[in-house]
């Protein structure tokens, strides 16, 4: 019995790491790759960063992508749970909590060393002092966005540590809605256009950023934490299917929108040319790419799996969810390198 | 999920239409051409980009083919130009000039374009004809000075955001250290639990970091209100 049990637990925690690692790593070998293969080149006559902040610039900044997705993910969770059968759902709901805590002082701290890597990169050869911070987040938007991007995430976590302590009577939604809004100043920090479509590709830019965000966190946690037990999975995982549905169209949609409408905004490029021949245009057939790798693993979830989920059988969601999360995270990674990669 | 939604999409106008419009520098055109041939050294090398470029952090060199570098002195940002003054080029030379200018949405853009003097131009420079360069001047300057302006405006003072988030860090550390001891560990897995210590250990560490430098900032940040 006790041995059971253990190899059971032993199995969920394994499952659970597959799914987070999967995740982590593909995110980071993706964002250092792409930032790498798309870096600008070295200038004669111009100083340029060195190797700490070629590398760990791209490497931070998609640690806060993937903490603030894991944030949102695992304020999901008690939605995507319901709030029907707490004794169900209240032990699966105590070990989510704490960790999205965690997740979401990661999500500050990264957006803090982001600041402080920008400000390396813009002074090459400096180790960045306060006073050059400063002036770097007074002068520049980018710093700015990340500066309200690190507030929102610890204001998540206060309400995270809220939820700690008294339990669903924080609001749910409340938890959902702060971490999407601290997601929402990161579009500011990557390209933008001078034209009256601006606002327009700015808005979908924000769908993008918070479709995403959902989907992948949605699907992570829930693997993780619901999966192991399949009387909830049958109520949590039908639930999420309708939202992925949803995140999957405007993700796509909203990508390919502002990819093309970027490119076709910025004086100089050259439609369907500069799609082979610019960095950003090949980042954005990478993407693309992607997204149409996680339509068939999608489509086996909810189409193969789900009924099967839903009589309340074994599956090998886990598997399967860990290959979608791994092609997400290569997503987010490319992600990173795509804000920063020229246009022309 | 509905309800949700719809605060979502308002937040996501909200914030969409508050951005100023920021965007992406593009080199436009420059004084030497790119690939150009000069029939005299040019007193200075002009970029321009299709929009203003940041004040600050721009770089220019101009730089020979053994490596040799020319410029004179650091480059100056008037609205979407950027120049730098060129020391006396000998003739019959290639010459690269490299940039790196912080674009307006904040990425720092390189690039570079190059140029050549012809072998039978004179040596000193020559003062290159720049057309109406004089009448343009104060156009110029007044577009920086309410390019400078623009960019205060839309910047703002960022000061007191850094005092809250100072205590909002002190106060979470605090709130995450408690939580966390008081987090009913025998409930959860015991691997889990082992992993939520490791990573409370180095969120405790990297907070106290995070904090010193917010602290730091807010320190730094007198001085700077003095000079605006």
């Known amino acids: 019995m006790t041995a059971t049990l253990t190899s059971r637990s032993g199995q ?20 250092v790759a792409a930032s790498t293969l798309t870096a600008q080149e070295s200038v004669p006559g111009i100083p340029m960063p060195g190797p700490i902040v070629a590398y760990g610039l791209p490497v931070v900044r998609v640690l806060l992508d993937l ?60 180790v960045p002092t306060f006073g050059l911070i400063a002036s770097y987040v007074e002068e520049v938007g980018t710093g700015q966005g990340l500066l309200f991007s690190a507030a929102c995430a ?50 979908s830019m924000e769908i993008h950023v918070t479709g995403a965000a959902a989907w992948a966190g949605g699907l992570a946690a829930t693997a993780v934490f619901v999966a192991p037990h399949r009387g909830l999975l049958a109520v949590a995982l039908p639930k999420f299917s309708r939202m992925a549905t949803v995140c ?14 970027t490119m076709a905004l910025t004086p100089g490029v050259e439609l369907p040319g500069a799609i082979v021949t610019s960095h950003y245009g090949v980042l954005v057939v990478i993407k693309t790419v992607l997204v149409a790798l996680l339509v068939p693993l999608a489509a086996h979830i909810r189409f193969r799996l789900l009924p099967v989920i839903r009589r309340g059988g074994a599956t090998a969601l886990v598997s399967w969810t860990a290959a979608e999360v791994g092609v997400m995270g290569l997503a987010y990674g490319v992600a990173v390198a795509i804000t920063r990669a020229s246009i022309g | 999920m509905r309800r949700l939604l719809t605060v979502l999409l308002l937040a996501c106008a909200a914030v969409g239409f508050a951005l100023p419009a920021q965007a992406h520098n593009v080199l436009v055109s ?20 299709d929009q203003a470029v940041r004040q600050g952090y721009a770089q220019v060199g101009v730089t020979g083919a053994d490596g040799s570098s020319w410029a004179d002195g650091a480059a100056e940002v008037s609205a979407e130009q950027v120049s730098v003054k060129v020391k006396p080029l000998p003739a019959g030379g290639s010459y ?17 374009i190059g140029f050549s003097v012809a072998a039978s131009a004179a040596g000193a420079p020559a003062g290159q ?4 360069d004089g009448a343009t001047a104060a156009g110029q300057d007044q577009r920086a000075d309410s390019a400078k302006a623009a960019e ?28 966390l001891r008081r987090a009913p560990a025998a409930s959860t897995a015991a691997a889990s639990t082992a992993a939520a210590s490791t990573a409370a250990a180095s969120t405790a560490a990297a907070s106290t970091a995070a904090a010193s430098t917010a602290e730091a900032e807010a320190e730094a940040r007198p001085s700077e209100g003095t000079r605006a």
């Not at chain 1, 969920?12 to 964002?31: N, T």
């Not at chain 1, 169900?88 to 997740?103: G, H, S």
């Not at chain 2, 004809?129 to 109406?132: A, D």
């Not at chain 2, 809250?164 to 995450?176: C, P, R």
Request: charged share 10%; net charge positive.
């Open chain 1, 12 to 31: 969920r925690v394994a499952g659970g790491r597959l799914v987070a690692g999967a995740f982590v790593v593909c995110g980071i070998v993706a964002a």
């Open chain 1, 67 to 126: 903490a603030a997705v894991a944030v949102v993910g695992l304020s999901l969770v008690p939605k995507l749970l319901g709030f029907d059968d707490p004794d169900a759902t209240e032990p699966v709901l105590r070990r989510v909590r704490p960790l999205a805590v965690l997740a979401a002082w990661t999500w500050a701290i990264c957006a803090l060393l982001t600041i402080v890597f920008q400000t390396a990169e813009l002074n090459p050869g400096r």
């Open chain 1, 154 to 203: 610890l204001a998540a976590a206060g309400i995270g540590l809220m939820a700690v302590r008294f339990g669903e009577k924080v609001p749910a939604e409340l938890r959902i809605i702060v971490a999407l809004f601290g997601l929402l100043p990161i579009p500011v920090t990557g390209h933008a256009v001078n034209s009256v479509w601006h606002d327009p590709i700015m808005i």
């Open chain 1, 248 to 261: 999957l169209l405007l993700v796509s949609l909203s990508g390919l929108v502002t990819g093309l409408g």
């Open chain 2, 30 to 49: 420059s004084d030497p051409k790119d690939g150009a041939t000069l029939s005299a050294s040019p007193a200075r090398v002009t970029l321009v980009f």
């Open chain 2, 96 to 112: 690269v000039v490299g940039y790196r200018i912080l674009s307006s949405d904040g990425h720092p853009v390189t690039g570079k």
């Open chain 2, 129 to 132: 004809p720049q057309q109406g």
């Open chain 2, 152 to 179: 205060a405006a839309a910047n703002g003072g960022a000061g007191m955001a850094v005092v809250w988030i100072v205590a909002a860090l002190l106060l979470l550390a605090a709130g995450t250290a408690v939580a």
